[in-house]
Each structure stands twice: as structure tokens, then as C-alpha cells.
């Protein structure tokens, strides 16, 4: 059975991040935990003895955050109602992040599926700043759905990669379940300067992450050889293209690091519409 972790604010955005992951593992086996964080008012003193359990006077953002999540598990019965499906509650007074460290740990999470908020007004981000927090302070998978995103089925998967890791089943292994279910045509990105040619290493990783894929469904390695901008030669190459998932590795010195670092629309140039599972450094 998976375990999906699903953060919400209540927002269109976290709903339709839900949706995804809802219908993404339709035919499987899960329990979702929909978990929901607040922080309450700085003049609220009771909340060093423990808040509103310990000193009896009522705060209005527990009963919003309670009500919301009972809302929630409501239209998910209305919308996906499944019988494969189980659902844990969670609402707490802290940080988002530090909860979805706490509730990864605890009950062995395999995935969190957050919403991102895309483009905010004028000025337009890769990530919302809580999924990039998200991404680089947990320990399992994270993916992110963007805003707009209308669901498809998966038939096309975009895997970026320097071939620097070493590949194996456990490394990739939600990716790789993801894969086995779905049999998508899987196209692996590999960016280069047009000048350094894979080396020994790159050659056995690349090897490796082929005989991988090739297990579940076909598969395509493509050099992608950028002039100036190594983001915008990327999401050209993807607007070009029709993919419906997109993958990468959290590694230091990474494509996606140098993403994250450069989020400002304005220096890359590029809005994503895609859902983006960003996979933890390997080893």
C-alpha cells in the first residue's frame, strides 16, 4: 500500500494537486494523509502552554483549519470516492515543513504531492517558495502540480539527467512504479555544452538508467546541446514538445538546482505546466 502525503491550505491550487494524485493512483492500494499546518497570532501567549486544548479559550484558526479539512475529505467522497483509497487527518499548529518531515518519517511516506502556485501576479516563479522549501529539506519525492494543469493520461515522460548518479530500483523506485503502471514513452534529456563528451562514468549510468526503463516501456535518449541559457534551452525544448510529466534528480550542481536558484521568471523565461517529480539525491 502507498502512503501519499497531501498538504492543502484549501486553496484551488491544493485542490488540484489532490485531484491529480487521486487520479493518478486510482487503480491502487493507498492511504492519503491530507494534512493541513497553521500558525497562529503572535498575541496568542496561550500557545506556550500549549494552546487552546490547555487553555480553554477558543481559536478562530482551529476550527477554520478543522472545518476545512472535514470540506476536503467531503469532496474528495463527492468527486473520487474509492474504495482502495484510505485517508489520515492531520492539522497542526507549526511550520509546513517541519510537519512534512515529521509525518514523512513517521508513517514511511513515498510521496508528497503538493500544489505550486506558478505565476503570482507581475512577477512569475518556477516553484512557490514552500515547494521549494519542501523539495530541499525533505527526504522523499515531491511532486509538484502547477495551478492549470488538466489532467491527462500519462503517455509521455520527459527524465532530465546528467548521468552523474548511479542508478538502481530503489533509488527511483516511485518513479519507476509510476512507470510500470502507466507505460509511458520515456525520453531521457541529457544537457550538454556541445564540448564534453559522457565519460567512462556517465557511459555505465546511462547504460544502467536504459536497461531500467526498458523493463516497463520504450525509450529515447536525446543530447540536447544549449547555446547561452541552459534553462531556456530546456523549457524551449519542452514547449516544443508535449510531455505530461517531467523528472529530474535534487542533486547539488544539478539542472534543477540551477532552476530553483534562478526562480525569477524574468532571468529564465519560461512557466511551467507541467507536473514535476523531483527525486531526492541518490546515495
Not at 494534512?35 to 498575541?43: A, D, F, K, R, V
Not at 492531520?90 to 514511511?108: A, Q, Y
Not at 512577477?123 to 512557490?128: D, K, L, M, T
Request: net charge negative.
Amino acid at each position: 500500500m502507498k502512503s501519499i502525503l497531501l498538504p492543502t491550505d484549501f486553496s484551488t491550487n491544493a485542490w488540484n494537486a489532490i485531484s491529480y494524485a487521486l487520479q493518478l493512483f486510482k487503480d491502487e492500494d493507498c492511504t492519503f494523509h491530507v494534512l493541513h499546518t497553521y500558525t497562529p497570532s503572535l498575541q496568542r501567549v496561550d500557545y506556550a502552554v500549549g494552546g487552546p486544548v490547555y487553555s480553554g479559550i477558543p481559536d478562530p484558526l482551529v476550527d477554520k483549519a478543522l472545518d476545512g479539512v472535514e470540506k476536503t475529505l467531503l469532496k474528495i467522497e463527492e468527486n473520487y470516492s474509492n474504495p482502495r483509497h484510505q485517508f489520515v487527518t492531520h492539522t497542526k499548529f507549526s511550520l509546513l515543513v517541519d510537519e512534512i518531515k515529521e509525518i514523512t518519517s513517521k508513517h514511511h511516506v513515498d510521496l508528497v504531492v503538493m500544489g505550486t502556485q506558478g505565476a503570482t501576479g507581475a512577477r512569475r516563479v518556477f516553484f512557490g517558495s514552500n515547494t521549494v522549501a519542501v523539495i530541499n529539506k525533505t527526504e522523499v519525492p515531491v511532486l509538484a502540480v502547477p495551478l492549470d494543469y488538466k489532467n491527462r493520461p500519462l503517455r509521455q515522460l520527459l527524465f532530465v539527467t546528467d548521468f552523474l548518479q548511479n542508478f538502481n530500483n530503489d533509488s527511483i523506485k516511485i518513479l519507476l512504479h509510476v512507470i510500470e503502471k502507466t507505460k509511458p514513452q520515456i525520453t531521457l534529456l541529457h544537457i550538454t555544452d556541445g564540448v564534453h563528451a559522457l565519460n567512462s562514468k556517465q557511459i555505465q549510468h546511462k547504460r544502467q538508467l536504459e536497461e531500467l526503463f526498458d523493463r516497463y516501456s520504450g525509450n529515447e535518449v536525446i543530447n540536447l546541446e544549449f547555446q547561452g541559457s541552459m534553462p531556456d534551452s530546456l523549457f524551449d525544448f519542452v514547449k516544443q514538445s508535449d510531455y505530461q510529466l517531467l523528472a529530474m534528480i535534487n542533486r547539488k550542481h544539478s539542472v534543477l538546482e540551477r532552476l530553483i536558484r534562478n526562480q525569477n521568471i524574468d532571468q529564465i523565461g519560461f512557466e511551467t505546466n507541467l507536473p514535476f517529480l523531483v527525486i531526492p539525491p541518490i546515495g
